[in-house]
Protein backbone atom coordinates (compact mmCIF):
# COMPACT_ATOMS: atom_id res chain seq x y z
CA UNK A 1 0.00 0.00 0.00
CA UNK A 2 1.51 3.25 -1.30
CA UNK A 3 2.74 5.94 1.93
CA UNK A 4 2.04 8.91 1.08
CA UNK A 5 4.00 11.14 4.01
CA UNK A 6 3.79 14.82 4.95
CA UNK A 7 6.27 16.01 6.60
CA UNK A 8 5.92 19.39 8.99
CA UNK A 9 8.86 21.19 11.11
CA UNK A 10 8.44 23.85 13.39
CA UNK A 11 12.01 26.80 13.81
CA UNK A 12 12.77 29.30 16.07
CA UNK A 13 15.52 30.05 15.65
CA UNK A 14 17.54 26.98 15.61
CA UNK A 15 21.08 26.62 15.02
CA UNK A 16 20.52 23.06 13.25
CA UNK A 17 17.72 24.70 10.89
CA UNK A 18 20.25 24.68 7.63
CA UNK A 19 21.20 20.79 8.52
CA UNK A 20 17.75 19.66 9.25
CA UNK A 21 16.24 20.64 6.25
CA UNK A 22 18.98 19.42 4.63
CA UNK A 23 18.60 16.06 5.76
CA UNK A 24 14.96 15.84 5.06
CA UNK A 25 15.75 17.42 1.04
CA UNK A 26 18.21 14.04 1.22
CA UNK A 27 16.09 11.37 1.65
CA UNK A 28 16.11 8.50 -0.53
CA UNK A 29 12.31 8.33 -0.52
CA UNK A 30 10.64 10.59 -2.76
CA UNK A 31 6.78 10.29 -1.52
CA UNK A 32 6.64 12.77 0.75
CA UNK A 33 5.80 16.12 0.96
CA UNK A 34 7.48 19.14 3.42
CA UNK A 35 6.48 22.51 4.79
CA UNK A 36 8.22 24.79 7.59
CA UNK A 37 6.21 26.74 10.17
CA UNK A 38 8.60 29.78 11.30
CA UNK A 39 8.91 31.96 13.96
CA UNK A 40 5.47 31.64 15.28
CA UNK A 41 4.90 31.15 19.08
CA UNK A 42 5.10 27.42 20.39
CA UNK A 43 1.12 26.51 21.12
CA UNK A 44 0.12 28.71 18.10
CA UNK A 45 2.73 26.68 15.79
CA UNK A 46 1.94 23.56 17.26
CA UNK A 47 -1.90 24.20 16.25
CA UNK A 48 -0.78 25.45 12.60
CA UNK A 49 1.01 22.40 12.34
CA UNK A 50 -2.02 20.05 13.14
CA UNK A 51 -4.39 21.39 11.64
CA UNK A 52 -2.02 20.97 8.47
CA UNK A 53 -1.48 17.39 9.06
CA UNK A 54 -5.46 17.13 9.71
CA UNK A 55 -6.49 18.97 6.43
CA UNK A 56 -4.14 16.98 4.43
CA UNK A 57 -5.97 13.21 5.88
CA UNK A 58 -7.21 12.78 2.33
CA UNK A 59 -4.02 13.24 0.36
CA UNK A 60 -1.23 11.34 2.69
CA UNK A 61 -1.33 7.82 4.55
CA UNK A 62 1.33 8.90 7.44
CA UNK A 63 1.96 12.48 9.34
CA UNK A 64 5.76 13.44 10.79
CA UNK A 65 6.57 16.12 12.79
CA UNK A 66 9.65 17.46 13.09
CA UNK A 67 11.53 20.39 14.86
CA UNK A 68 13.89 22.42 13.42
CA UNK A 69 16.76 20.99 16.13
CA UNK A 70 16.16 17.35 14.75
CA UNK A 71 18.97 16.21 12.06
CA UNK A 72 18.09 12.77 10.22
CA UNK A 73 20.76 10.60 10.72
CA UNK A 74 20.59 8.93 7.41
CA UNK A 75 19.24 9.20 4.00
CA UNK A 76 16.50 5.87 4.31
CA UNK A 77 14.75 7.59 7.73
CA UNK A 78 11.53 7.96 5.36
CA UNK A 79 11.66 4.45 3.80
CA UNK A 80 11.93 2.94 7.19
CA UNK A 81 9.21 4.70 8.13
CA UNK A 82 7.09 3.81 4.95
CA UNK A 83 8.24 0.47 5.27
CA UNK A 84 7.01 -0.04 8.77
CA UNK A 85 3.53 1.28 8.17
CA UNK A 86 2.57 -0.99 5.27
CA UNK A 87 4.29 -4.14 7.45
CA UNK A 88 2.07 -3.24 10.11
CA UNK A 89 -1.57 -1.56 9.65
CA UNK A 90 -2.21 -1.98 13.21
CA UNK A 91 0.02 0.39 14.10
CA UNK A 92 -1.34 4.25 14.49
CA UNK A 93 1.41 5.78 16.13
CA UNK A 94 4.93 5.61 15.97
CA UNK A 95 7.51 7.53 18.70
CA UNK A 96 11.17 7.44 17.72
CA UNK A 97 13.23 8.47 20.93
CA UNK A 98 15.87 11.37 19.98
CA UNK A 99 19.38 10.91 20.73
CA UNK A 100 19.85 13.96 22.96
CA UNK A 101 22.91 16.09 22.57
CA UNK A 102 22.56 17.59 26.27
CA UNK A 103 21.68 14.64 28.03
CA UNK A 104 23.87 12.00 25.86
CA UNK A 105 20.69 9.58 26.38
CA UNK A 106 17.37 8.94 24.65
CA UNK A 107 14.30 10.98 24.64
CA UNK A 108 11.02 11.43 23.42
CA UNK A 109 11.05 11.75 20.34
CA UNK A 110 9.73 12.50 16.76
CA UNK A 111 5.86 11.86 16.38
CA UNK A 112 5.38 9.79 13.36
CA UNK A 113 1.18 9.15 13.05
CA UNK A 114 -1.10 7.55 10.57
CA UNK A 115 -3.50 10.36 8.94
CA UNK A 116 -6.19 9.15 11.01
CA UNK A 117 -4.27 11.04 14.16
CA UNK A 118 -6.14 13.84 15.33
CA UNK A 119 -5.32 16.60 17.61
CA UNK A 120 -8.15 18.25 19.89
CA UNK A 121 -8.26 21.67 20.80
CA UNK A 122 -7.25 22.19 23.72
CA UNK A 123 -6.10 25.63 26.21
CA UNK A 124 -2.66 23.77 27.52
CA UNK A 125 0.18 26.16 26.63
CA UNK A 126 2.96 23.68 28.12
CA UNK A 127 2.25 20.69 26.94
CA UNK A 128 1.21 21.15 23.78
CA UNK A 129 2.09 17.85 22.11
CA UNK A 130 0.14 15.74 24.86
CA UNK A 131 -3.30 15.22 23.18
CA UNK A 132 -2.88 13.24 20.02
CA UNK A 133 -5.62 10.56 19.71
CA UNK A 134 -5.15 7.68 17.13
CA UNK A 135 -6.72 4.35 16.13
CA UNK A 136 -4.55 1.24 16.40
CA UNK A 137 -1.20 0.73 18.34
CA UNK A 138 1.27 2.89 19.60
CA UNK A 139 4.81 1.39 19.00
CA UNK A 140 7.76 3.57 20.76
CA UNK A 141 11.44 2.77 19.16
CA UNK A 142 13.82 3.20 21.96
CA UNK A 143 16.65 2.36 20.43
CA UNK A 144 20.42 4.42 19.87
CA UNK A 145 21.18 2.25 16.79
CA UNK A 146 17.63 2.81 15.20
CA UNK A 147 17.46 6.35 16.28
CA UNK A 148 16.43 8.63 12.98
CA UNK A 149 17.74 11.58 14.99
CA UNK A 150 19.91 13.51 16.54
CA UNK A 151 18.55 16.29 18.92
CA UNK A 152 20.27 20.10 18.90
CA UNK A 153 23.84 18.71 18.01
CA UNK A 154 25.25 22.26 17.65
CA UNK A 155 23.11 24.71 19.41
CA UNK A 156 23.83 28.44 19.98
CA UNK A 157 24.60 29.46 23.74
CA UNK A 158 21.04 30.93 24.02
CA UNK A 159 19.56 28.15 22.50
CA UNK A 160 21.21 25.80 24.98
CA UNK A 161 20.41 28.29 27.59
CA UNK A 162 16.59 28.44 26.70
CA UNK A 163 16.64 24.26 26.20
CA UNK A 164 17.16 24.53 30.23
CA UNK A 165 14.47 27.17 30.47
CA UNK A 166 11.99 24.70 28.77
CA UNK A 167 12.88 21.58 30.65
CA UNK A 168 12.63 22.52 33.99
CA UNK A 169 9.08 24.27 32.99
CA UNK A 170 8.02 21.13 32.29
CA UNK A 171 9.67 19.21 35.10
CA UNK A 172 7.99 21.52 38.00
CA UNK A 173 4.91 22.52 36.25
CA UNK A 174 3.78 25.24 37.86
CA UNK A 175 1.64 26.79 35.66
CA UNK A 176 -1.28 24.63 36.81
CA UNK A 177 -2.99 23.21 40.27
CA UNK A 178 -0.95 20.49 41.67
CA UNK A 179 -3.65 17.59 40.65
CA UNK A 180 -3.08 18.71 36.93
CA UNK A 181 0.36 17.98 37.00
CA UNK A 182 1.63 15.02 34.81
CA UNK A 183 3.95 13.47 37.34
CA UNK A 184 5.34 10.89 34.12
CA UNK A 185 6.15 13.80 31.88
CA UNK A 186 7.74 15.79 34.41
CA UNK A 187 9.87 12.88 35.82
CA UNK A 188 11.35 12.47 32.50
CA UNK A 189 12.05 16.10 31.74
CA UNK A 190 13.96 16.20 35.00
CA UNK A 191 16.01 12.99 34.31
CA UNK A 192 16.92 14.83 31.28
CA UNK A 193 18.69 17.59 32.87
CA UNK A 194 20.35 15.33 35.76
CA UNK A 195 22.07 13.97 32.92
CA UNK A 196 22.81 17.41 31.22
CA UNK A 197 24.53 18.20 34.11
CA UNK A 198 26.31 14.52 34.06
CA UNK A 199 27.18 15.29 30.53
CA UNK A 200 28.39 19.11 31.75
CA UNK A 201 30.53 18.01 34.45
CA UNK A 202 32.45 15.42 32.29
CA UNK A 203 32.57 17.43 29.04
CA UNK A 204 32.60 20.98 30.67
CA UNK A 205 31.26 22.55 27.08
CA UNK A 206 29.92 25.94 28.17
CA UNK A 207 26.24 25.14 25.99
CA UNK A 208 25.60 21.87 28.54
CA UNK A 209 26.50 24.24 31.42
CA UNK A 210 24.03 27.32 29.75
CA UNK A 211 21.31 24.57 29.64
CA UNK A 212 21.66 23.91 33.33
CA UNK A 213 21.90 27.44 34.12
CA UNK A 214 18.85 27.88 32.32
CA UNK A 215 16.72 25.26 34.34
CA UNK A 216 18.83 26.68 37.55
CA UNK A 217 16.78 29.95 37.20
CA UNK A 218 13.35 28.42 36.86
CA UNK A 219 13.98 25.77 39.47
CA UNK A 220 15.13 28.55 41.71
CA UNK A 221 12.28 31.26 40.98
CA UNK A 222 9.38 29.26 39.10
CA UNK A 223 8.68 29.76 35.66
CA UNK A 224 7.08 33.49 36.15
CA UNK A 225 10.11 34.72 35.80
CA UNK A 226 10.57 33.37 32.08
CA UNK A 227 7.09 34.73 31.60
CA UNK A 228 5.43 31.26 31.02
CA UNK A 229 7.61 31.25 27.73
CA UNK A 230 11.01 29.48 26.79
CA UNK A 231 11.27 31.92 23.93
CA UNK A 232 9.69 35.11 26.14
CA UNK A 233 12.00 38.34 25.87
CA UNK A 234 12.49 38.05 29.53
CA UNK A 235 14.13 34.43 28.95
CA UNK A 236 16.51 36.57 26.71
CA UNK A 237 17.48 39.11 28.95
CA UNK A 238 18.03 36.83 31.84
CA UNK A 239 20.83 35.30 29.32
CA UNK A 240 22.26 38.53 28.40
CA UNK A 241 22.23 40.03 31.80
CA UNK A 242 23.63 37.16 33.55
CA UNK A 243 25.28 34.12 31.52
CA UNK A 244 26.17 35.90 27.89
CA UNK A 245 29.55 36.19 28.73
CA UNK A 246 29.71 33.00 31.15
CA UNK A 247 32.84 30.47 30.74
CA UNK A 248 32.61 26.76 31.58
CA UNK A 249 34.29 27.49 34.97
CA UNK A 250 32.29 29.80 36.30
CA UNK A 251 28.86 27.65 34.84
CA UNK A 252 30.45 25.02 37.26
CA UNK A 253 31.78 26.91 39.80
CA UNK A 254 27.83 28.83 39.97
CA UNK A 255 26.18 25.41 39.56
CA UNK A 256 27.66 23.09 41.55
CA UNK A 257 26.89 24.21 45.12
CA UNK A 258 23.26 22.92 43.98
CA UNK A 259 23.51 20.03 41.19
CA UNK A 260 26.74 18.24 42.78
CA UNK A 261 24.35 16.85 45.38
CA UNK A 262 22.00 14.66 43.19
CA UNK A 263 19.66 13.51 46.25
CA UNK A 264 19.46 17.11 47.52
CA UNK A 265 19.03 18.20 44.14
CA UNK A 266 16.63 15.76 43.42
CA UNK A 267 14.36 17.08 46.77
CA UNK A 268 14.47 20.20 45.56
CA UNK A 269 12.77 19.32 42.28
CA UNK A 270 10.20 16.90 43.80
CA UNK A 271 9.44 20.04 46.67
CA UNK A 272 9.21 22.46 42.96
CA UNK A 273 6.96 19.97 41.43
CA UNK A 274 4.35 19.45 44.63
CA UNK A 275 4.36 23.30 45.62
CA UNK A 276 1.00 24.83 45.17
CA UNK A 277 0.73 27.77 42.46
CA UNK A 278 3.15 30.42 43.45
CA UNK A 279 1.18 33.76 44.42
CA UNK A 280 0.94 36.01 41.10
CA UNK A 281 0.81 32.76 38.66
Known amino acids: MRQRILVGMMACGENERDRAIEAVQGQTYGDYEFFLIENRP ?5 EALYEKFTTSADRFQVFLKLDADMV ?13 FAKHPNVGLLLFE ?11 GIVIARSSARWPKHADR ?20 AALAVHSPDPSPIQAFRFGVHRAMKAIQDDRRVAQRMAEKARGHWDILAKTWSHFVSRRDRRLGLAVAGAEVVLSAGSAVAARGYMSGAVEQ ?3 QRYANA ?6 SELSPLWSDAPANEARWQAAF ?3 VRSGC
Open 42 to 46: NKEAH
Open 98 to 108: LIDWYSDSLIP
Open 126 to 145: LMVDSYVTVPGRVVTVSNRD
Open 72 to 84: LQRPTAFEEVANF
Open 238 to 240: LFA
Open 247 to 252: TADSLF
Open 274 to 276: AAE
